[in-house]
């Protein structure tokens, strides 16, 4: 299987400032036929379930804001929220879906500083 | 409007069966492929189960054997078939879309609220 790997765990950034979190997979995730990175995003608030943010590690989902924003290829990966707001505290997990099992990173909780 | 009920949940002991079920709307769940996650109480997200939708099925290790994933056109109803439950098994049980194409299969843009089972002696 496919370790998808977060960093930090948690953090907490002041409103309006920029956050970053970062994904790493034990393998790569980039299939070099479509040049396409299996790699996902997703948000998930408390009492919720996940909701899709990003795929092809960076074609934003219909209706998911433009702060929203995922980037890296092979095994390294980001997601930038690049002004938090306050509805976007929650826990964010990547996933890989390029080989079976699907799995996902243990998640990057945001809160607000 | 998409939207992904999902019913079955609750208690049961070690050793028990239960049926989970997962009723679509706005979309038709065998022109898709319909996967089952779950997330133990406060801990991240497992991938359980995937029916492809040509048929095929296919399952994480830990449950291999034990849950069978279906599906009913008639009903646009997917269900989780589940045997031999552990105490490990439990957790909330979400139905998620994947995409219509095979590349975005694992993909999971839709996700039902979930239904919580508890197996506990």
């Known amino acids: 299987d496919i370790v998808m790997t977060q960093s930090p765990d948690s953090l907490a950034v002041s409103l309006g400032e920029r956050a970053t979190i970062n994904c790493k997979s034990s393998?790569?995730?980039?299939?070099?036929?479509?040049?396409?990175?299996?790699l996902a995003w997703y948000q998930q608030k408390p009492g919720q379930p996940p909701k899709l943010l990003i795929y092809w590690a960076s074609t934003r989902e219909s209706g998911v804001p433009d702060r929203f924003s995922g980037s890296g290829s092979g095994t390294d990966f980001t997601l930038t929220i690049s002004s938090l707001q306050a509805e976007d505290v929650a826990v964010y997990y990547c996933?890989?879906?390029?080989?079976?099992?699907?799995?996902f990173g243990q998640g990057t909780k945001v809160e607000i500083k | 409007e998409v939207q992904l009920v999902e019913s079955g949940g609750g208690l049961i002991q070690p050793g028990g069966s239960l049926r989970l079920s997962c009723a679509a709307s706005?979309?038709?769940?065998?022109?898709?492929?319909m996967s089952w996650v779950r997330q133990a109480p406060g801990k991240g997200l497992e991938w359980v189960s995937i029916i492809h939708s040509g048929g095929s099925t296919y399952y994480a290790d830990s449950v291999k054997g034990r849950f069978t994933i279906s599906r009913d056109h008639s009903k646009n109803t997917l269900y989780l078939q589940m045997n031999s439950l552990r105490t490990e098994d439990t957790a909330v049980y979400y139905c998620a879309r994947g995409g219509v194409d095979a590349a975005l299969a694992f993909a999971f843009d839709y996700w039902g609220q979930g239904t919580l089972v508890t197996v506990s002696s």
């Open positions: 706005g979309f038709t769940v065998s022109s898709n492929y």
């Open positions: 393998q790569t995730v980039l299939y070099t036929s479509n040049n396409n990175n299996y």
């Open positions: 996933q890989q879906y390029y080989i079976t099992p699907p799995t």
